[in-house]
T-cell receptor, first 117, second 113 residues
């Protein structure tokens, strides 16, 4: 149980286009979902936290107009990278959690590799 | 704000031997949760072990155990009887009671046959 999927797993796009990444909790309802960015051989950087039905909370330095997050249901959150540029190329990971407490386990998706040409 | 420090960018262990990965953290919170995650080459993050700060007993999961020293703010991971499949990047993570996570920079573990 506790499976999180991400789609697509790899996407290549042209500079200036927008890309949408989906994160789904397959066998549980996720009150909270997180979006992380990871550069090669580096740590996970939290971009934003989203709770179902409310606006996402972005970390300092993350452009909310560029990285649009929607958490429309208890099983789906989407990250849209708008007007993507080469510097947005990275590995994006989502995670989902049943509750809102730090004691609740986070379940991670397999990640999406974004390459912007 | 919380910080998590993993001072060993790379570690190596012989198959069947024991290795310890270090992690220290800094926080002013009294209630928090600590985790070790494994990220193999597939990049899928996998929970290895977790520890509640209010528990004095060190967590254990099969070959994985932690040495949690709350006063020293230290949370090391011991892997016993290392296997080739243990090769991965290991991240130490801190969760506040409100659920916000902070990750260390990771330690890449190599297991030699």
């Amino acid at each position: 149980g506790a499976v999180v999927s991400q789609h697509p797993s790899w996407v290549i796009c042209k500079s200036g286009t927008s890309v949408k990444i989906e994160c789904r909790s397959l066998d549980f309802q996720a009150t909270t979902m997180f979006w992380y960015r990871q550069f090669p051989k580096q740590s996970l950087m939290l971009m934003a936290t989203s709770n179902e039905g409310s606006k996402a909370t972005y970390e300092q330095g993350v452009e909310k107009d560029k990285f649009l997050i929607n958490h429309a249901s208890l099983t789906l959150s989407t990250l849209t990278v708008t007007s993507a540029h080469p510097e947005d190329s990275s590995f994006y990971i989502c995670s989902a959690r049943v509750g809102t407490s730090g004691s609740d386990t986070q379940y991670f998706g397999p990640g999406t590799r974004l390459t912007v040409l | 704000a919380q910080t998590v420090t993993q001072s060993q960018p790379e570690m190596s262990v012989q198959e069947a031997e024991t290795v310890t990965l270090s992690c220290t953290y800094d926080t002013s919170e009294s209630d928090y949760y600590l985790f070790w995650y494994k990220q193999p080459p597939s990049r899928q993050m996998i929970l290895v072990i977790r520890q509640e700060a209010y528990k004095q007993q060190n967590a254990t999961e099969n070959r994985f155990s932690v040495n949690f020293q709350k006063a020293a703010k230290s949370f090391s991971l011991k892997i016993s009887d290392s296997q080739l499949g243990d090769a991965a990047m290991y991240f130490c993570a801190f969760n506040t009671n409100a659920g916000k996570s902070t990750f260390g920079d990771g330690t890449t573990l190599t297991v030699k046959p």
